[in-house]
């Protein structure tokens, strides 16, 4: 491909590693078509997970074969979809970079409602959607939507399985018409509702409350999303000490709508979680592919709050406000993923931890954002002729016990699907809601919910959303630089 090699240079340890550059250089043998199907190649080359394991990422192709492989591919999503290790269900590739980073800090166009989605019958592919919640200050507030309100068509058109992608999640406005369900009977309504997707920027703490249940102080806390985030983190830190404050005797962690995020932010939850973890305590740790295997490393509990400047270089830190407490309830769902699942098996070992909902995602896999510069970094020269870029799979998440076979999701303890009691869908924080009416029943010894008949209706999974990852942040990725070397 070029004269000119790419060494990558772990600035950690010296260690060198031979790559295929995305520097200029000169080209011999077929030339080269597509800039970003080199950009693609090399950085899966030296970071993806499973790169031993793809023939067509081996270090043995040489600069004549690898440019003729690369023109064979029309476009960067081909290539990289052929890049990928068979059992890869979560890496992905983007063609503007700066959408990305919004959604990764909860800012993206949204209609400003989380869906799910039901079969109405497994004879039939129709499909009905529910509202999960909705995000203050949204569309679908403004509108008038709330928890539990139902829909089958949109734009006057029936949901099914082959069309409820492109009519929900790749349109920007439309029309839904509203219905009801009664003893498992759905009605049309004739109300419709227009919603126009806007920019919002989603707080991750939905609820933080202190419930008082039979005389027991039981905290509550909402959290739909693992950001990377000074402000957000110092929410979190006070919604802990206002835990504290009123002498809570229980904590419900609610997870089921948190497909992932800041691997850095599920640290900082989980040392608030087990306050009595220090520093020499090890919450899980992070495994690389063989090219990076030296930087494999535990990943320790965190006694108190870093704080970033803009460049993500640590400031200061905010006193850690922790909870005191030997057990955990935790609120599940198939939506609950990757940095949510590392909390769970992170605490297992240290905490009495009681799942209550339905199996999570199981992904016990991090990820990091790959751009087109010198070092594959945000910060390197970045190319300005494009805004691809990666979110590859490079590392496998284990707990301080060495704990990974979570593949298929964590089973709850008591199972419990919100789906079956859609006829009446309370809202979330109240203590009659089915999952955390289930949590609080346990605390107090006291059942609190009359458990349904099955609704027969099947959870449709959702197309996984771009947070429903773990994000490596800066300081759990090995910083290095580029070095151009003479063949």
């Not at 869906?115 to 008038?144: C, F, N, Q």
Request: aromatic fraction near 10%; glycine fraction near 8%.
């Amino acid at each position: 491909m070029r004269v000119v090699k790419l060494i990558v240079v772990l600035v950690i340890s010296g260690i060198w590693l031979n790559g295929c550059g995305n520097g200029n250089g000169l080209t011999i043998g077929e030339p080269l078509e597509n800039e970003v199907n080199e950009f693609v190649w090399s950085a899966m080359n030296v970071f993806y997970y499973w790169q031993a394991d793809v023939p067509n990422l081996s270090d043995s192709k040489n600069d004549f074969s690898l440019n003729s492989f690369l023109n064979s591919y029309s476009t960067p999503e081909s290539l990289f979809d052929d890049l990928l290790y068979e059992d890869d269900r979560f890496s992905w590739i983007v063609n503007d970079y700066e959408e990305l980073e919004a959604s990764f800090q909860g800012v993206s166009k949204s209609f400003g409602y989380d869906l799910g989605l039901v079969r109405i019958s497994s004879e039939s592919d129709d499909l009905m959607a529910y509202i999960k919640y909705v995000v203050p200050g949204g569309p679908a507030e403004d509108a008038g939507l709330k928890r539990g309100d139902i829909f089958t068509q949109v734009n006057g058109a029936q949901l099914t399985v082959d069309n409820y992608i492109s009519t929900l999640f790749q349109s920007t406005s439309y029309t839904l018409t509203l219905a009801t369900i009664q003893d498992n009977t759905i009605s049309q309504t004739d109300q419709e509702v227009s919603l126009t997707a806007e920019e919002l920027s989603e707080n991750p703490i939905l609820l933080s409350e202190v419930l008082e249940v039979d005389g027991v102080k039981v905290g509550y806390l909402m959290y739909n999303q693992f950001i990377n985030n000074n402000a957000y983190h110092e929410e979190l830190n006070n919604a802990i000490g206002s835990f504290n404050s009123a002498g809570i005797s229980d904590i419900v962690l609610d997870l089921r709508y948190n497909g992932g995020g800041s691997l850095l932010t599920s640290r900082i939850l989980a040392s608030m979680l087990y306050g009595n973890a220090s520093s020499n305590d090890v919450l899980g740790s992070i495994i690389y592919n063989n090219k990076l295997a030296e930087f494999n490393n535990d990943l320790s509990f965190l006694t108190s709050v870093p704080v970033f400047d803009s460049g993500g270089e640590q400031t200061s830190s905010l006193q850690m406000n922790r909870l005191n407490l030997n057990r955990i309830f935790i609120l599940t769902s198939g939506s609950s993923a990757s940095a949510s699942e590392f909390i769970i098996a992170g605490l297992q070992p240290y905490m009495d931890v009681t799942l209550i909902g339905t199996t999570t995602v199981g992904k016990n896999v991090g990820s990091v954002t790959l751009y087109d510069s010198d070092d594959y970094l945000k910060s390197g020269a970045l190319n300005p002729n494009h805004k691809y870029a990666i979110q590859p799979i490079i590392s496998q998440l284990a707990n301080s016990v060495g704990f990974t076979d979570y593949i298929d999701g964590f089973d709850p303890d008591i199972e419990v699907n919100e789906v079956d009691y859609l006829e009446d869908l309370k809202p979330l924080g109240d203590p009659s809601e089915p999952l955390l009416a289930e949590a609080l029943g346990v605390i107090t010894g006291v059942a609190r919910i009359e458990r349904p008949r099955d609704s027969g209706m099947e959870v449709i999974r959702i197309a996984p959303k771009q947070t429903e990852t773990i994000l490596l942040d800066d300081e759990n990725v090995p910083k290095f630089i580029n070095s151009l070397m003479l063949d």
